[in-house]
């Protein structure tokens, strides 16, 4: 019994300090993005739509130019759908649209952390807000 109390305060130990690694590793990302933003990649329909899976490869990249420019901004609920697709998440409230951009995890169970780009929506379905949510 002490042998199993000890392994799952091991294991429990473990998870723990891998899920603070990450956040570590995910705040020096976001830091370190902040400083290059001159280093901009441009928005690319077709790049912003590849996948496998929930894996996107270049959306984490051509972010900044949907959050820092006027290209999502200035289009209404089925502009926004036609140029970055269906959303990845689908909730009870239609005024907001949610793209999936990373998803990190943990033996391909548990989501140890996922970034969202999150469009909120005016009641004429123009943009009201576009944020990330991590």
Known sequence: MKKQHLLLNRLMAFLFLLIVNNSVVANDTIKSNKSTVSNE????????????????????????SILHTQLVRSLNKREIIKLLGEPSYYREDRDFLYYLIKKKTFLDIWTLHTKTLVIKLKDDKTVQWIKIHE
Do not use: A, S
């Not at 990649?41 to 900044?64: A, C």
């Open 41 to 64: 990649v441009v928005f690319d329909k077709d790049k912003w739509l590849q996948h496998k899976g929930d894996y996107y490869p270049y959306r984490d990249e051509i972010l900044d």
